[in-house]
């Protein structure tokens, strides 16, 4: 063998070597439990970095969905029929990137919408199915995937990718939980067929592996990744893989304009009807992520591979400081990586926790009609909901 070859080889072996060290390193960084955020100011991106880094946020998910885009779907170009990455939107990611890089926070990158499945809220509230009926769709989403992981398989910052934010095959068919078993049996019936949520999973991953062999891959379940919907998932064998559920339990108390002042934690909690009240106990909000853990039970899938990846409350709910207290705790005693909704959002002020309980004023809406930017509007102080979180992040 002459210098030169073995010259080549031996670059070849460090390369791999250094590769191999690298890329172990972003599924170790899920070895032990994280504590993060969803969120973003794309407008101010290096301005948030810097602040969610000073709060404590080790990890934050991200979605290009509200981004400013000259393209119809950010990123994808057209989610009606993906051909290629929108540059100028890929330039904007990677550069957010950059700033979560020097600010030491890690990034998971979701998406809410994929090539026949686009997000609702920007296709007139009305939910698009055409993913889970054309194997067209299945065949462009992961050529999009594909297309991601080349450009930012390399990028210190990225821990993860989450290929489709709150997947819901199922809704069409009416289907929001498995209640009465009837789920169950429709699912028997369109199990591997394009409406399979785990069709979906293995070809995704199988389509990234080709090109990322390391990265992890974030697996939302069914009906919206509820706790209950995880129990439908199949694991794949695939060493780097994170299971993801949200929480938003019970959602009728969490979300302002259903709870209409109702319902309050813990004394007064949705009953079994949703509609008459009823005082909880934590064990009341743990029955309600119970499947999670029967589900990495039976399937032996360690604390540090299962992400409550979203939870939340409208700051305003009566009780959403107790109910934060009790919900991060179960969280913790389960050993899971969680991620608040949301940090500093520019989009929307009903989960900026740091802004306490009130009602934002008439000016404030009146500023943002006008066409201001939000965040100049709102005073961030300390107050005991935002201490909640606040405290688990130091």
Request: glycine share 4%; aromatic share 14%.
């Amino acid at each position: 063998m002459s210098f030169h070859v073995f010259k080549i080889l031996l670059t070849a072996l460090i390369l791999i070597h250094c590769a191999s060290i690298y890329a172990n390193e972003k599924l170790d960084y899920w070895n032990q439990q994280r504590k993060g955020a969803n969120g973003m100011d794309w407008y101010e991106p290096e301005t948030w970095m810097k602040a969610a880094s000073e709060t404590g946020i080790e990890v934050v998910r991200i979605s290009p969905a509200s981004w400013p885009s000259d393209s119809r779907d950010p990123l994808l170009g057209n989610a009606d029929e993906y051909t290629a990455l929108d540059q100028n939107d890929l330039a904007k990611l990677i550069q957010v990137l950059d700033y979560a890089d020097q600010y030491g926070v890690k990034v998971v990158i979701t998406m809410f919408s994929l090539p026949g499945v686009r997000w609702s809220q920007h296709n007139d509230d009305k939910f698009d199915y055409r993913l889970w009926h054309d194997d067209k769709y299945l065949k462009q989403a992961c050529a999009f995937w594909q297309d991601m992981a080349k450009a930012l398989k390399d990028h210190r910052a990225v821990v993860g990718y989450n290929p489709l934010n709150e997947p819901h095959p199922a809704r069409e068919y009416q289907f929001e939980d498995n209640r009465d078993g009837l789920f169950e049996l429709w699912y028997k019936t369109h199990k591997d067929t394009t409406a399979d949520l785990n069709r979906f999973n293995r070809t995704m991953i199988k389509a990234i592996r080709e090109i990322d062999a390391y990265t992890p891959i974030v697996l939302d379940g069914w009906f919206h990744a509820v706790p209950k919907g995880i129990e439908f998932v199949e694991p794949i064998d695939d060493k780097a893989l994170i299971y993801s559920f949200h929480v938003y339990e019970p959602w009728i108390f969490t979300t302002l304009r259903v709870n209409k002042e109702r319902f309050s934690y813990p004394d007064a909690m949705p009953a079994e009807d949703g509609e008459s009240t009823e005082a909880w106990e934590i064990k009341n909000l743990t029955n309600r992520i119970q499947p999670v853990v029967d589900w990495a039970k039976k399937h032996n899938i360690p604390a540090n591979r299962i992400w409550a990846s979203e939870f939340g409350c409208d700051r305003r709910v009566k009780g959403a400081q107790q109910y934060f207290t009790d919900l991060i705790s179960i969280l913790n005693k389960n050993d899971w990586h969680w991620a608040f909704y949301s940090y500093r959002a520019v989009d929307w002020d009903g989960m900026d926790y740091e802004l306490g309980t009130e009602k934002m004023g008439w000016k404030y809406w009146e500023a943002i009609e006008a066409g201001k930017h939000p965040e100049s509007l709102k005073t961030r102080e300390d107050n005991p909901l935002w201490n909640v979180i606040q405290r688990e992040l130091k």
